[in-house]
């Protein structure tokens, strides 16, 4: 599957973005879905995650509770709602692609970069405090 982040921005604390990640191919409804980012001078680190179904979702402490996970299989994409964003939000965010995960895989599983086989190019969220 291919994909291509989109709804990056700037915006201010405490404000919201939407991120939407729009995929290609005829297996996503088959793919679970993450997400993950990479802040200046620092390693890509997981933000969230949704089975193929999406009837599971996972996040990283970080970020419990502000955003959410979702996704259409019939529009083939998967988003990224982000409420109440900090400065240190600030990040190039990826989505990433698993085609292999079972659905009854837990948190370890899905928070881990190296599952997942696709990725799209990336979109930039600026928090400014």
């Known amino acids: 599957v291919q994909l291509q982040a989109s709804g990056g921005g700037s915006v201010q604390a405490g404000g919201s973005l939407r991120l939407s990640c729009a995929a290609s191919g005829h297996t996503f409804s088959r793919t679970a879905m993450g997400w993950f980012r990479q802040a200046p001078g620092k390693e890509r680190e997981f933000v969230a995650a949704?089975?193929?179904?999406?009837?599971?979702?996972f996040y990283s402490d970080s970020v419990k509770g502000r955003f959410t996970i979702s996704r259409d299989n019939a529009k083939k994409t998967v988003y990224l709602q982000m409420n109440s964003l900090k400065s240190e939000d600030t990040a190039i965010y990826y989505c990433?692609?698993?085609?292999?995960?079972?659905?009854?895989?837990?948190?370890?599983?899905?928070?881990?970069?190296?599952?997942?086989?696709?990725w799209g190019q990336g979109t930039q969220v600026t928090v400014s405090s």
């Open positions: 990433a692609g698993n085609r292999n995960a079972i659905l009854s895989a837990g948190p370890s599983y899905h928070s881990n970069q190296e599952n997942y086989e696709s």
């Open positions: 949704i089975s193929r179904t999406g009837g599971s979702t």
